[in-house]
């Protein structure tokens, strides 16, 4: 989908785009051509003379609207305020002198809307452009008639006036749409200058130009420019232009940094992982971009409603006109047309629901919520159950929460008595290779032992049951496994009694039990305790406030989420394989509508894709957050309360905006055809309805924060 040049935003199809000069540019709209021609796209560059220039004439023009406009008052209050009604009189000395006036203000401010309604025309659609040209038009052809003639009615300060509002109403919103986009380019940002990179071509390069396995250095207070691991150095650094957490946090040797994020108080080594395209910036531009691009079902329908209602508006004007002339004759039909034509005019329409979206997720964005489209946040609307993962989402794991149970007495077929830092550190091997919240704790157990991890290869994930892989020990590959019953069972390796017996006990204490499978043998048990998310319990309740039902669907023992439910208050199904997720999803629909669902690893990933609305954890697995249809890069869990409200006040808003739109032009439209309304009120009304529509949508920008959210 093409994008405008200035604002970024999506134009939704080809008719609706706005061509620059020598149609080297598109714009969504004419105001964002304005606004780029005159003011530039990068506000930090000096203007070109061409750009004053326009700058100039936009002013001029609407200060000679302002001075017509006075001038016509001061003639009608000479005959008496009435004659703004009257439709035939001498064209006298005053009304020569208000057309000096009106001329150079029609030729500031007239050209460029002509141009873009030609190219319009050309292009075989019937736009905006096509509409307000066709009323200015009108207005100055019939007052260059009764000037000829030396009576009839002149609407010359309806056409300079009609060009000022709709040229000055364009201008405020196009700059409401820019300041909204700006914001999130900025986020998005990393400043062109040159990093040193120490390794393997020491010199000063440009981001673009650094490669994955490169080594650089990032002085204090700079921009990272790669995602990598820290390879020397200490600093505080600010993620909130992917988070959007307020609050530094500290990178040290081995620690993730991403780009965009800056180095506060300490020059960092980093070696780069991913970058381009594959950066964590670039895929949230990515995404941000798609979620723009793809409208909710109510934006479609709003396009369909738009591309009929311009050729409806002029069928109805051309339509009334020709009733009235039979009527009232000739001047009384134009004067009705025109009205008809402008009070009919759909700019708050076509703005209504893409500046309330974009001006919605440039919030969630700022909190380090990725939503994928404008779609999802009106499906939060309208979801009134929410389904929690646990492990990792709702409850943590600790690294010193892991204990290793080995069987007495040692297992036929061992070549040495496995000790206890034996086991984990092989199981730590194969677990490294998944970013499940279990798998987590097991590698932080081993690191904080300051074990060293085996050689690993061909690592696969057995969704719901566990982790297999060859690693190196005894100068042989050996094939462990970790994982729960399920694992053994699959791999066809018998339980010991002893340590199935503990396997028990571990799990009816609530604690989370692992076997490892060194070869066909199990050599011992892995025992975790986990403890609940922080805010869990605020976010629970939050969430319970907002929706109808909220569920907890687990892989975990019985145990273990009984043990949940005690302190959270809230209901928890355990021992669900990926596909039992996906139906328990299934048929909290079709119980309660549509469902919201949340979590983080392999496991939910199926679960996250059927939901309505799936919201993943950045911290799990990357399959999860493909699946999903929203990304916490924020680890907060408060904002899924927050998301809740954004998505309800963002439909809330767009429904108001639809409202006023269509309300307004109703009863104006009946008001014109009834020839009640002035062509100039009919401008004003349109105008200011653009503008309130405007600032409608920027009450968004208003929404609580998410402590509040996740805090009742």
């Known amino acids: 989908m093409q994008r405008c040049d200035h604002c970024d935003m999506p134009i939704s199809g080809a008719e609706d785009a706005v061509s620059g000069v020598a149609d080297r540019a598109h714009y969504c709209c004419y105001g964002c051509r304005m606004r780029a021609e005159t003011l530039g796209d990068d506000g930090g560059d000096a203007r070109s003379d061409e750009q004053q220039t326009l700058l100039v004439r936009l002013f001029a023009g609407v200060l000679m609207a302002g001075f017509v406009m006075v001038f016509s008052l001061a003639i009608s209050s000479g005959y008496g305020f009435g004659a703004l009604r009257r439709l035939e009189h001498e064209v006298g000395t005053a009304h020569w002198v208000l057309l000096l006036a009106a001329v150079p203000a029609l030729l500031l401010l007239g050209p460029p809307l002509l141009r873009s309604a030609w190219n319009d025309l050309k292009g075989g659609g019937l736009t905006l452009n096509v509409l307000f040209t066709l009323g200015t038009t ?53 400043p062109d200058t040159t990093y040193r990179r120490l390794d393997p071509d020491p010199g000063e390069v ?87 691009e793809r409208p909710p079902r109510i934006a479609r329908l709003t396009d369909r409603i738009l591309r009929w209602l311009i050729p409806g508006v002029v069928a109805l004007a051309l339509g009334t006109f020709g009733v009235w002339w039979a009527v009232a004759g000739f001047s009384k039909a134009l004067y009705v047309a025109l009205s008809v034509v402008l009070i009919t005019c759909p700019c708050a329409l076509g703005i209504a629901i893409p500046l309330s979206l974009t001006v919605a997720l440039e919030q969630a964005g700022r909190k380090g919520l990725l939503v994928r489209s404008g779609r ?18 709702l409850s943590t794991l600790t690294a010193p929460s892991v204990r290793v ?24 091997a194969v677990e490294q290779g998944t970013n499940h919240a279990l798998a987590a704790a097991v590698v932080e157990a081993a690191e904080a032992r300051g ?46 009694p002893h340590l199935h017996e503990r396997f028990v006990d571990e799990a009816e204490s609530g604690r989370t039990p692992l076997y490892v499978v060194d070869e066909a043998v199990v050599v011992g048990l892995l025992s975790i305790e986990e403890r609940v998310a922080p805010h869990a319990e605020a976010v629970v309740g939050a969430v319970q406030e907002r929706s109808e039902a909220v569920s907890v669907l687990t892989g975990d023992r019985p145990a273990a989420a009984r043990r949940l439910e005690d302190r959270l208050g809230v209901s928890a199904e355990a021992g669900l394989a990926p596909d039992e997720k996906v139906d328990r999803v299934a ?32 911290s799990g697995a990357s399959v999860s957050m493909e699946a999903a249809d929203v990304t916490l890069y924020n680890p907060d869990l408060r904002l899924v309360p927050w998301l809740q409200r954004l998505g309800r006040r963002t ?47 920027f009450r968004l920008k208003r929404t609580e924060s998410p402590e509040a959210c996740g805090g009742r």
Not at 409 to 425: H, K
Not at 609 to 614: C, F, K, L, M
């Open 405 to 428: 149970v080995r069987p007495e007495p040692v297992p036929a077929g061992s070549i040495s008595a496995p000790t206890d830092d034996t086991v984990l550190r092989r199981a730590a």
């Open 651 to 697: 439909h809330r808003v767009i429904r108001q905006n639809l409202w006023w739109t269509f309300g307004y032009n109703i009863i104006g439209l009946g008001l014109a055809v009834a020839g009640l309304l002035h062509p100039i009120a009919a401008v004003v009304v349109m105008t200011g309805s653009s503008l309130l529509v405007t600032g409608n949508a």
């Open 138 to 190: 009108s207005a100055v052809v019939v007052s260059g008639i009764s000037y000829v003639r030396g009576t009839g009615p002149i609407y010359l300060e309806t056409a300079v006036m009609l060009l000022a509002l709709y040229t000055l109403g364009r201008y405020l919103t196009a700059r409401a749409k820019d300041t909204t986009t700006r914001v999130l380019r900025r986020l998005m940002q990393v």
């Open 376 to 393: 999802t946040l009106l499906d939060l609307a309208r979801a009134e159950v929410v389904a929690f993962d646990k492990t990792g989402t």
């Open 451 to 496: 074990l060293s991890l085996p050689r690993v290869a061909d690592v696969s994930t057995h969704a719901g049951a566990g982790v297999v892989g060859r690693i190196q020990a005894d100068g042989q590959m050996r094939r462990l496994g970790v994982g729960n019953e399920r694992l053994l069972e699959g791999l066809g390796v018998p339980r010991p």
């Open 206 to 292: 440009a981001p673009d130009a650094l490669r994955v396995g490169d080594r650089v250095r990032v002085p204090a207070g700079d921009v990272i420019p790669v995602d990598g691991t820290v390879a020397e150095g200490r600093s505080y650094v600010d993620e909130s232009s992917l988070t959007g957490e307020a609050q530094p946090a500290v990178k040290e040797v081995g620690d993730p940094v991403y780009a965009g994020t800056t180095a506060q108080d300490g020059a960092l080594t980093i070696d780069a992982t991913a970058v381009a395209e594959d950066r964590r910036l670039a895929r949230v531009a990515q995404m941000m971009h798609r979620a723009l």
């Open 587 to 618: 048929a909290l629909r079709e119980e309660h509508g549509p469902v919201v669902m949340v979590g983080d690893g392999i496991n939910d990933a199926a679960a996250l894709a059927e939901a309505d609305v799936g919201i993943a954890l950045s």
